[in-house]
């Protein structure tokens, strides 16, 4: 099989480089290659070229430029937001508790654990239905004078299910809680707006939509009392010490743009194609379940469960037939483990081994939903184990 053959399906795990985001990183690695701190011509053409792309990312988030963090990715902003807000928190007004829920990505839940076994504050969780949703009520039920920072992830990239951030930050407002949402999964299909949503501060990664790999940004919204977690020179307004990388923000830039110049039309094309697949595998394969919202989900999402299915040998067999998937939980080696966050929307474990995820993009064609489907049918079913509890 050659590489052309290859079919990709994993675009929620990365994304290529879109051709006009090299192109437009190129002179900053060698031509314009200064460091914005200095003081010299060279010095102030990188700051120069930093400042566009801050200016560029804030306008396509809705943004102030003051209000955007450049960071090495989605999970540095995720450990910024989360550790950063919540010792502000605490050293402001003594509050201790962080509130997430329990289909976080890693860079989230393991922060906030990492906070409550060695900063002494207390994570709780608040509920998710079976679909891995938020009710604002039962955030508003949990949220009390203690509480430090409420971090709720946008779009879920295990099951592609879309939570009501707005309601959500409204509810946080109310109380006068900062609240952060993790928004790395959506940047590449829909419209952001940090002020329509009302956050306080929302994490995005370039590699996601199209941009390089080993940089993001977090938005913070002005006012927001924030602590760094990368300590040593002013750069970032403070809030992330070392010298910019230049060409991957200029990138970063590039890409947003050139994501949001096509991306209602992309978001037809994919949820059209994707819908097709969720029917053509949900009548064509014997238990088998969709996992997240029928509806409000990702548009290129489509996540699945399997009974009796070990996601990894199913995902093996599909790379050796030419398609990349994933299960969306990031276990690659060593013992299945059932995925945490199908278990936490109530699927048991014998379900929770079969995830399977595939996600959409632009290189995604009608040719290679269709093979897909030729395939995935003889893959399960290779794949089916037989119960160990009858
Ligand atoms: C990919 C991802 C991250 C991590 O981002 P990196 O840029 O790979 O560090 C965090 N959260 C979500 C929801 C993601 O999908």
Redesign the pocket.
């Known amino acids: 099989m050659t590489w052309d053959e290859r079919v990709y399906l994993d675009y929620?795990?990365?994304t290529p480089v879109a051709d006009r985001v090299i192109r437009a990183m190129l002179p900053f690695f060698g031509g314009t290659f200064g460091n914005p701190s200095s003081v010299h011509f060279e010095g102030q053409q990188a700051e120069a070229a930093l400042e566009e792309a801050r200016e560029r990312i804030a306008r396509a988030l809705g943004a102030k430029p003051r209000e955007i963090i450049f960071t090495s990715?989605?999970?540095?902003s995720?450990n910024l937001a989360l550790r950063g807000i919540a010792l502000a928190e605490h050293q402001r007004r003594g509050a201790y508790r962080i509130l997430i829920t329990p289909v976080e990505?890693h860079?989230?839940s393991a922060t906030a654990r990492q906070l409550q076994d060695v900063f002494g504050f207390i994570v709780d969780y608040v509920p998710v239905d079976s679909y891995g949703r938020v009710d604002p009520d039962d955030l508003r039920g949990l949220i009390d004078s203690s509480t430090a920072l409420v971090s709720i992830?946008h779009?879920?990239?295990e099951i592609g299910t879309l939570n009501p951030i707005v309601e959500l930050a409204a509810v946080c407002a109310e109380k006068g809680v900062p609240f952060h949402t993790?928004a790395?999964?959506s940047v590449a299909h829909l419209r952001l707006d940090v002020r329509a949503l009302g956050v306080s501060a929302l994490?995005i990664?370039?590699?996601?939509f199209y941009g390089p790999?080993g940089v993001?940004a977090l938005y913070v919204r002005q006012g927001t009392s924030i602590l760094p977690i990368q300590t040593g020179g002013a750069q970032e307004r403070g809030l992330r010490a070392g010298t910019e990388n230049v060409p991957l923000i200029v990138g970063m830039a590039e890409a947003l743009e050139w994501t949001l110049e096509t991306l209602d039309q992309e978001t037809q094309r994919l949820r059209a194609l994707r819908d097709h697949l969720i029917e053509g595998i949900l009548n064509t394969i014997p238990r088998v379940r969709l996992t997240g919202h029928p509806i409000e989900r990702l548009p290129n999402h489509a996540s699945f469960a399997f009974e009796n299915v070990e996601a990894n040998a199913l995902l093996m067999y599909l790379d050796h037939a030419g398609f990349a998937c994933s299960s969306g939980s990031a276990c690659k080696t060593g013992n299945p483990e059932p995925s945490e966050v199908l278990q936490a929307i109530g699927f048991t474990s014998q379900w929770a081994m079969g995830g399977l995820r595939v996600t959409l993009g632009r290189g995604t064609t009608q040719d290679h939903i269709e093979r897909f489907l030729g395939v995935l049918p003889a893959a399960v079913e290779k794949c089916r184990v037989v119960s160990r509890v009858n």
């Open positions: 929620a795990a990365t990715g989605g999970t540095e995720d990505h860079a989230v992830i779009a879920n990239n993790d790395v999964q994490s990664g370039a590699h996601k790999k993001g």
